[in-house]
């Protein structure tokens, strides 16, 4: 079994900050890709921010220079940094892993069950 947990979600300010976690865990051989994504009410899914093992960061132009994705490859867990908060940053924010359970299988997706943030004065 493969466990994505997120933390770190709350209620903040508008021009706030704060700082999600999100930590694999269980039988993992390798993890290729981790990324946040995020559903605000009423809309579909979307893209916020990705990290490979090996190459490039990629953001979405709506949190480019306001949010910071790393990860501690160690402890396989991934964070986004986020400042500058706005009310339309508000949406339940979810981690999402591509990785390998052992040297066999192929890679598959994995997606935790969500944090919300929510951004209100």
């Known amino acids: 079994q493969v466990q994505l947990v997120e933390s770190g979600g709350g209620l903040v300010q508008p021009g706030g900050s704060l700082r999600l976690s999100c930590a694999a865990s269980?039988?993992?051989?390798?993890?290729?890709?981790m990324a946040w994504y995020r559903q605000a009410p009423g809309k579909q899914r979307e893209f916020v921010a990705r990290?490979?093992?090996?190459?490039?960061?990629v953001y979405a132009d709506t949190v480019k220079g306001r949010f910071t994705i790393s990860r501690d490859n160690a402890k396989n867990t991934v964070y986004l940094d986020m400042i500058s908060l706005k009310p339309e940053d508000t949406a339940v924010y979810y981690c999402?892993?591509?990785?390998?359970?052992?040297?066999?299988?192929?890679?598959?997706?994995?997606w935790g069950q969500g944090t919300q943030v929510t951004v209100s004065s």
């Open positions: 999402n892993a591509y990785l390998r359970r052992n040297a066999y299988t192929p890679v598959s997706d994995y």
């Open positions: 269980g039988s993992i051989f390798s993890i290729n890709v």
């Open positions: 990290i490979h093992t090996r190459g490039p960061i």
